[in-house]
């Protein structure tokens, strides 16, 4: 303990030091008070300003140290209430640090950064002392003290303020509902005394998060984030940014603009930025017209169209009209709130931009918003909208197909957002190439634009698949509709241009693949068995197997024919009857010229014509010339050698040539035979 001078304002000086002091073992000092001259008086000057205690954490510090501490806490506790600073002094360098500028104190704790505050630099390396100066509440000083040394040495590797950020998770799907008990935890080491704030940036650098604000000692700390934005409001999926705003509290005059440590990102995915539909429909369960079509060509003839919604409970939500593209063609109220029950409301054709809409499907959107969330939600239920202006593409059609994953379009009205995905296909409105893009038929009623470099044209012609009209029933999915016409979903929202997460509704037309033509099937042939008729026989009259005939007939293949036995000749195409010509008979004809300029017979003349052969012909007579029959194609039969076969034993068993035999099978005459080679045997000439 120091027991220091004090010395008084306004009278005597005071004698102040406790008299004769012994040594160690010696008598306790004996002290006697000097007395000040004041106004009004004498008073005693009995105060004496004693330093108890002067501790630092570190003596030896770095600015930014890494290797050795980057600050030091000095903690100097007085006997009586003071106030003052230190002055660091050394190196040709004094700067101060401020212990109490105002407050009386016994005990002053403060952290230090080895700072000039004079040059706004680091201190120099070297040794530097550390003295007092303060003054109590009677105004007794000291001044100068000697309270210890400091050594500063320099740092080659400066440690950052704060380090070791590390989010979990680093992905993150907040949902709705649960952002009050789940969250990012973000760890991380602060390494000197700071006022910390953590914010959130996204990819724009757009300040959407800030915590609050916290002065903190050093040592691993962690930080939480829940996915919401400065509203409360989930964010959206995305990259973000993870900010640190900091003040170091160590300096003795600590900054007043914040330092930005940024230290790594979060990802945000499957968040719900919108308030999901299923809650939707919890506060929302139903919106439909009460029409399935009207006409705002302003004839006051059906004009305007009535929509209704329902209400589960109170709700603030706007009102859109949707065109089949999901873009808004229609602002009809703008968020209100409504009562629980059954409310309505009149569109009459107008869109967002003051005109009226085109022909096409047309859906109520609402735009529900419950505390700092909203949400969309989208009814089947559809009106159409005629005798408007139709938009239709170019013709002859001529389509673009996406080729990127995903492409960003821009739809009518008001140039709308909308997403592309890869193979989708569009008609062309025009071929000409606006800006880098093509104008397209986005879906009934809607074009939009799409960059060049996001698709390619389609070169073969469009959607030559033959199509039919289906009108959607009560149940139908997409799913079901494929099924049912042999395709796929995607096909059918391809040839629609539909949303495939829209919905479908009662009455709908859409357009599915036509089913593929059935070949024709021949009708069946009935035969009546006659002598000699063997299964084989009959097979090769009509160009069927037997097996054919036996399945068609559910015949035992070892039981006999019997005459006039009906069988049933099954795909046998009926024979197309000849063609005919009609003649009439001129001057000199006979039925033997006639015969030879059509290349028939005269019998067969007589026959078409059941004439009399001696009866004459006369002129001006018609005649039907039939037409000459081609003949059959030789059968053909096949067969397999055995043993002791030559090509000329095979022939004379089917009375053919052995030059036929070979032509047939594309033999070397002189190549041997093998048993169960297999041979055609060409019918008899």
Request: overall charge neutral.
């Amino acid at each position: 303990m120091q027991r220091l001078f004090g010395m008084g304002y306004g009278g005597y000086p005071g004698m102040g030091f406790g008299g004769y002091g012994m040594g160690y073992g010696g008598s306790a000092r004996m002290g006697f008070e000097g007395y000040r001259m004041g106004y009004g008086g004498y008073r005693p000057a009995y105060r004496i300003i004693e330093v108890t205690s002067f501790k630092l954490s570190a003596s030896t510090v770095a600015y930014q140290g890494s290797s050795v501490p980057g600050y030091t806490t000095i903690e100097l506790q007085t006997s009586v209430p003071t106030r003052g600073y230190l002055l660091i002094v050394g190196n040709n360098v004094q700067t101060k640090i401020n212990l109490s500028t105002t407050a009386y104190k016994t005990v002053h704790k403060v952290d230090w950064v080895p700072w000039d505050d004079t040059k706004k630099a680091p201190l120099p390396a070297g040794i530097y002392q550390i003295k007092g100066y303060l003054t109590d509440q009677e105004y007794n000083q000291i001044q100068g003290y000697p309270l210890g040394n400091l050594t500063v040495v320099s740092e080659s590797s400066p440690k950052p303020l704060i380090d070791g950020v590390s989010p979990n998770p680093a992905v993150f799907s907040p949902k709705y509902g649960q952002t009050q008990t789940t969250s990012v935890q973000i760890p991380f080491n602060l390494n000197r005394p700071a006022e910390v704030q953590l914010t959130i940036r996204n990819i724009n650098g757009d300040e959407i998060y800030t915590g609050s604000k916290e002065i903190l000692s050093p040592g691993s700390r962690t930080v939480s984030w829940n996915g919401t934005d400065k509203t409360g409001r989930i964010v959206l999926d995305g990259s973000y940014e993870i900010v640190f705003k900091t003040i170091e509290t160590a300096y003795n005059y600590p900054s007043t603009t914040p330092l930005i440590w940024r230290s790594g990102t979060i990802t945000i995915k499957d968040a719900d930025y919108y308030i999901p539909v299923s809650r939707l429909k919890e506060i929302v369960t139903d919106a439909s017209f009460q029409s399935p079509s009207f006409t705002p060509d302003g004839d006051g003839i059906n004009d305007k169209v009535t929509g209704q919604f329902t209400l589960a409970v109170p709700a603030k939500l706007s009102i859109y009209i949707a065109n089949a593209a999901g873009a808004h063609a229609a602002l009809v109220v703008s968020e209100q709130t409504f009562a629980a029950g059954t409310h309505t409301f009149e569109w009459d054709g107008s869109d967002i931009m003051g005109g009226k809409v085109p022909n096409g499907s047309y859906f109520i959107k609402l735009n529900v918003v419950e505390g700092p969330n909203s949400g969309y939600i989208t009814f089947p239920s559809a009106v159409k909208v005629q005798n408007m202006y139709e938009i239709k593409p170019m013709q002859p059609e001529k389509r673009v197909r996406v080729i990127s994953e995903t492409a960003k379009m821009s739809v009518d009205p008001a140039g709308q957002g909308y997403t592309a995905i890869k193979g989708d296909t569009f008609p062309l409105m025009s071929e000409a190439i606006e800006n880098g893009k093509y104008t397209v038929l986005v879906k009934e009623g809607v074009t939009g634009t799409i960059s060049v470099s996001d698709v390619e044209l389609v070169t073969e012609p469009s959607s030559a698949k033959e199509t039919t009209d289906y009108i959607v029933v009560s149940g139908d999915t997409l799913w079901k509709i494929a099924s049912k016409f042999n395709t796929t979903s995607s096909e059918i929202v391809t040839l629609n241009n539909l949303d495939p997460n829209s919905y479908l509704y009662v009455g709908q037309k859409l357009k599915v693949p036509a089913p593929a033509p059935q070949p024709e099937q021949p009708a069946a042939t009935t035969y009546s068995v006659v002598s000699g008729d063997t299964l084989w026989k009959i097979a090769q009259k009509f160009g069927v197997t037997p097996q054919a005939i036996v399945d068609a007939n559910k015949l035992d293949p070892t039981a006999y024919l019997y005459i006039g036995q009906k069988l049933i000749i099954p795909g046998v195409a009926q024979p197309a009857l000849p063609a005919v010509t009609t003649y009439v008979v001129v001057s000199g004809d006979t039925l033997w010229k006639i015969a030879q300029k059509f290349g028939v017979t005269t019998q067969a003349i007589v026959d078409a014509n059941k004439l009399e052969p001696t009866a004459y012909l006369y002129i001006g007579q018609k005649l039907i010339i039939p037409s000459v029959t081609q003949p059959e194609p030789p059968t053909i039969t096949t067969y397999v050698v055995v043993s002791g076969d030559t090509l000329w034993k095979i022939a004379q068993k089917f009375g053919v040539t052995t030059q036929a035999i070979v032509d047939a099978n594309k033999l070397e005459p002189t190549a041997y035979l093998y048993i169960g080679q297999k041979l055609i045997i060409p019918a008899k000439q």
